[in-house]
């Protein structure tokens, strides 16, 4: 079975800077995306990045850009999210998440980010 372990997680200031990893407890096929999701309390969970797991593509949301990066370490099972210049309406529980392109997504356990104002 799958599992995904999320880490990283904390308490910063605005303008602050954490690093979010995520392992798959198996090896990630080579057609697959890994991303990251996450979700504030009474809000839907929102895509924020991901990256194909061959070609190394990375796409973010409109929120992020530029001031997340989201990379990957392929002998490692392992993504990450470099997440700098954090703001107040980052605060959320973020998921990361296996995505075969055709099939059912796989979530993480989630790593709780709160950024104070």
């Known amino acids: 079975q799958v599992q995904l372990v999320a880490s990283g997680g904390g308490l910063v200031q605005a303008g602050g800077s954490l690093r979010l990893s995520c392992t798959d407890s198996?090896?990630?096929?080579?057609?697959?995306?890994m991303g990251w999701f996450r979700q504030d309390s009474g809000k839907e969970r929102e895509f924020v990045a991901a990256?194909?797991?061959?070609?190394?593509?990375?796409y973010y949301a409109d929120s992020v850009k530029d001031r997340f990066t989201i990379s990957r370490d392929s002998a490692k099972n392992t993504v990450y999210l470099q997440m700098d210049s954090l703001k107040p309406e980052d605060t959320g529980v973020y998921y990361c998440?296996?995505?075969?392109?055709?099939?059912?997504?796989?979530w993480g356990q989630g790593t709780q980010v709160t950024v104070s104002s």
């Open positions: 998440v296996r995505d075969p392109q055709n099939g059912p997504r796989i």
């Open positions: 198996r090896r990630i096929p080579d057609t697959y995306t």
């Open positions: 990256i194909t797991w061959t070609t190394d593509i990375a």
